[in-house]
């Protein structure tokens, strides 16, 4: 006697077992959406915030003063295992565009956040 269910039985155990794994990594968010995640945008700045393409440890704000008045703004990284890192401070007047980077340390565990500070 031949088990014709075992088969069958093991197919769909194998099925919801990798349905269970993929609804996990789905719900996790990736490392690009944690970077991209962080702190409101102070008021008078549209900022765009992201990883270096050539280096996962630098991270950037790149904002436009939309406001009518300076504002100063900088760029704050939370590196996970080393410490946090602030970029330089960059003024705009209304109508500029600037950019602060900073650089988490490689001992670290890279970026988990990517802040813009007034």
Known sequence: MTPVTVRPLRAAARLAALTLA????????????????????????????GRHHNDEYTGYALCRNNGRATQTFWVHLVCGWSPDIDGERVSLRPGQSGQSTAHCSKLGSGIGRIEVRP
């Open 22 to 49: 993929a609804l996990t990594l789905l719900s996790l968010p990736s490392a690009a959406t944690v970077a991209a995640v962080g702190a409101a945008t102070p008021p008078g700045l549209s900022c765009h915030t």
